[in-house]
């Protein structure tokens, strides 16, 4: 049960989104621009370091959403989001991304545990300064989003079916239109 009343029907973020749209509209365009406009990081790659972070910050909306948008992006390949989620350093993915999920994850724990030899790793494995950049405002962004989510104790559904449905909007829709309602 949410902490305060927010609009029913409305899973996670949408709550929050629906009960403040003055809030709601800069954080949809942060999200939409992080992870769906155009970047040299493939659209399945940030959703991955998203459902990465949320996974480390225990946010089960999070984490199931947007690992539901990247196995939209990769065809509906739900292992690869579960290996990325369980132990990345051991999914087959590319070291580039290792690096970044590397740094994101420091992120995840405290802006200050990222170092000079992890963003160094990330150039030696091709990372550019941008996706260097974005990687940490994924990861900053994040960890706001998962604190909001968890921190109004929204209503966080458990159907797979429908976040199979919100993942495949915000793969194809990206963030600025409003969610699905459930």
């Not at 079916?161 to 909007?169: E, F, L, P, R």
Request: with cysteine.
């Amino acid at each position: 049960m949410p902490h305060i009343k927010l609009p029913e029907g409305f899973a996670g973020i949408s709550s929050g989104f629906v009960y403040r749209p003055e809030t709601a509209k800069p954080m949809r365009e942060l999200a939409h621009v992080l992870l769906h406009d155009s970047n040299s990081l493939t659209p399945a790659e940030r959703e991955l370091i998203a459902t990465y972070v949320s996974s480390q910050n225990d946010c089960y909306f999070c984490q199931t959403s947007h690992a539901s948008a990247a196995a939209a992006h990769l065809g509906n390949d739900w292992g690869l989001t579960e290996q990325v989620r369980q132990n990345y350093e051991q999914a087959p993915v590319s070291d580039k991304l290792k690096a970044l999920l590397t740094i994101a994850g420091k992120v995840q724990q405290g802006g200050k545990h990222v170092t000079s030899e992890d963003v160094a790793k990330a150039r030696e494995q091709g990372a550019t300064d941008l996706e260097i950049h974005d990687t940490v405002l994924i990861a900053a962004a994040f960890c706001m989003f998962n604190r909001y989510v968890d921190g109004l104790a929204t209503w966080q559904p458990e159907d797979p079916a429908m976040y199979a449905k919100m993942g495949q909007h915000l793969a194809t829709e990206g963030y600025l239109a409003p969610s699905i309602k459930a």
